[in-house]
């Protein structure tokens, strides 16, 4: 059997699935009625949509940082040599993403309200309730909780790939820890960083379910702007508008990663 012909049932679930539907995002965003217009291309100018759409940026940029700077000092005690109990740790990471991240959200959630189980913990020891919910950080902390996992193992791919014998040499030429670190350390493991910021920053950027359950309906990002078009109002003219610019916008941000060593054997998904 031709090897080539073993591909023919992904190019055909890759035509159904996903250049079909593509083609009619990009029909729905250009016709209405049969006629082309860009009109729903100029409603997004309008200044709503552009708060919507930096507003989401700056979400998943902020999200994206914190994940950063709390996967990274995880990462590098993981990759330790001396790191006892490592599969524990790294099951304790992974095992939220065995779980729907509907079921996720909804449980804190759950314990973020106003009654849930941390204020109710709060009042027992004497202190006042907090509002975690139904506000920017409430939606933060979601997508934070969400993709940590996935900025935590690429930079951990990485780390672990690293010759131990180049940071030995490292301390034998002088350097010391810091040196170290920003000459050997962090440039080896840079391709797991890009990596780990895009899988993080994409779905962040795009979300609307972690903004609908922790925000309640207080925050509107441009993944609800997106959602409301199909679900409720019906216009999936202005809908597949606002998903072609989303779309571009990601395309941009991820080949402008990739150039930076995202998709780099060293540090890549794989």
Known sequence: MNRKSLAYPYLIW????IIVPLILIVYFSFFVDGQFTLANYQKFMEDYYIAAMM???GFALVSTIIC???AYPLAMILAGRGMSNKSIILLLVILPMWMNSLLRTYAWANL???NGVINNMLNAIG???????YGNGGVIFGMVYNFFPFMVLPIYNALAKIDHKLIEASYDLGADKWTTFKKVTLPLSMPGIVTG?????MPALTTFLITRLLGGGKVMLIGNIIEEQFTRTGDMGFGSAVSMILMIIVLI???VMSRKGALDEEGGLF
């Open 14 to 17: 890759a035509a159904i699935f």
């Open 55 to 57: 507003r989401s940026i």
């Open 68 to 70: 950063l700077a709390l």
């Open 112 to 114: 973020l309200e106003n």
């Open 127 to 133: 202190l006042p309730s907090v509002k975690f919910l």
């Open 197 to 201: 910021i895009i899988m993080v920053f």
């Open 253 to 255: 941000t991820l080949g």
